[in-house]
């Protein structure tokens, strides 16, 4: 394996001695089901490496097959950060894993390692990635509920109305993230949109994406809703709902679980609970493709239907690295 004290970029003149490297940053980014957490994997075969992670479904412990979290095994393999740090009815903030997960890198770069940060969910790449300022608001959970009471058409009226930039970036579905904004407003007197600045931090960055045809994605997507309901999904849901975890704790309105909720609750036959989770997460995977744009040129991407694309990848992360003898 090739220990990386890593050469990082560097803003020397001709003729002037080279500065001090900045640190590495090696992020993978793309849609639900494309294969991050195995191009992750890989890397880490060749190259001294620790995986953080930028998923905020693999927060919550007890929720395993549902959201793909990789294998005990995988994760006593390769080093993995973030990963079931909360229970269910717990909640991680922005602003809360935007600290976490710079600890987590600062750690792994005092360690001589490359940390990757991995995930498809793009509000948390970018709040690392871009050095966003978030909003020092606590929860007002007094305040949420009465939002939540007032019924999404009309949190969605006074959210254009009194931070209509918020409005235009938020997508209306996501109540979770309206609210926010409006508490934001509500509790602070000014707009979640004046005080998101970015200052982005000095890492020597490189994002690799992952990309493929939507129809094949989407069957992939398909193939893996049906080994998740093979592997206990089911009983998985049916254990938190035992445990007392319901429908209103955000971790349990994410993508497998809402659903079969339902289906527990008699709402809905499980064919067409199986079949509402692959609808939405093909709905989910259009959302994401709005944070990561094939047109970003910060971002080199890979079509994972291309032959040998993984081997092309590594190839591409191992020159951004210098190593010259993986393993």
Not at 93 to 103: D, T
Not at 106 to 128: F, S, W
Request: proline content about 6%; hydrophobic content about 35%; aromatic content about 6%.
């Amino acid at each position: 394996m090739v220990r990386c004290t890593v050469p990082g970029k560097t803003t020397a003149k001709p003729g002037e001695a080279s500065p001090l490297r900045s640190p590495p940053l090696l992020v993978i980014v793309g849609p639900t089901a494309v294969g991050k957490t195995s191009l992750s994997l890989e890397i880490a075969s060749h190259f001294g490496v620790e995986i953080v992670s930028a998923d905020s479904r693999l927060f919550y412990q007890g929720m395993d097959i549902g959201t793909d979290k990789p294998s005990t095994a995988e994760r006593q393999q390769i080093p993995h950060h973030l990963i079931d740090i909360c229970s269910p009815d717990e909640t991680v903030s922005l602003g809360q894993y935007k600290r976490l997960a710079m600890e987590a890198i600062n750690e792994i770069h005092g360690r001589d390692r490359v940390p990757i940060l991995v995930g498809g969910t793009g509000q948390y790449v970018k709040a690392v990635v871009e050095g966003w300022s978030i909003p020092g608001v606590a929860p007002n959970f007094p305040l949420r509920e009465a939002l939540m009471k007032i019924g999404q058409p009309e949190i969605d009226h006074w959210l254009k109305v009194l931070d209509p930039v918020s409005s235009e970036r938020i997508d209306p579905r996501n109540t979770r993230r309206v609210i926010r904004a409006l508490e934001i407003i509500l509790v602070k007197g000014v707009s979640a949109s004046s005080l998101q600045r970015k200052t982005p931090p000095d890492f020597d960055i490189k994002t690799v994406g992952l990309e493929c045809e939507r129809e094949i994605l989407y069957q992939r997507v398909d193939d893996r809703v049906d080994r998740m309901m093979e592997s206990g999904l089911l009983d998985e849901v049916t254990e938190l709902k035992r445990q007392g975890y319901d429908g209103n704790l955000g971790s349990m309105s994410g993508l497998g679980y809402r659903q079969l909720l339902a289906y527990l609750d008699g709402e809905t036959t499980l064919d067409e609970a199986v079949e509402r989770i692959k609808f939405e997460t093909h709905r989910f995977i259009r959302q994401q493709s709005n944070w990561f744009r094939l047109d970003d040129k910060a971002i080199t991407w890979f079509d994972v239907t291309t032959p040998a694309w993984k081997e092309l990848a590594v190839s591409h992360v191992q020159e951004w690295i210098g190593a010259t003898n993986p393993r």
